[in-house]
Nanobody
């Protein structure tokens, strides 16, 4: 069983930065793509960024140029560096391990609040 634990969320002023971390258990971390999603109140969960096992990254249009996803396979960690934060970035951020297009493991989420 894979467990994912996010940390690093909090309250930040617009224009500020936060770094989210996701710790994964198990030995399959390095074999799978990882992703960050977010869900704002009243909205659907959306993809923020993903990173393949080989390190190829992809970003949602709303965060391109501001957020950076990275991973450390030796530590079973994935990170999301968030810069130039905006109030519309306020959401619960979730880490996901992508096993297949329909199978994955989710963390419990970490709240990010960006004040204007």
């Amino acid at each position: 069983q894979v467990q994912l634990v996010e940390s690093g969320g909090g309250l930040v002023q617009a224009g500020g930065s936060l770094r989210l971390s996701c710790a994964a258990s198990g030995s399959i971390f390095r074999l799978n793509a990882m992703a960050w999603y977010r869900q704002a109140p009243g909205k659907q969960r959306e993809l923020v960024a993903n990173i393949t096992s080989g390190g190829t990254t992809k970003y949602g249009d709303s965060v391109k140029g501001r957020f950076t996803i990275s991973r450390d396979n030796a530590k079973n960690m994935v990170y999301l560096q968030m810069n130039s934060l905006k109030p519309e970035d306020t959401a619960v951020y979730y880490c996901k391990m992508i096993i297949t297009t329909v199978v994955g493991f989710w963390g419990q989420g970490t709240q990010v609040i960006v004040s204007s």
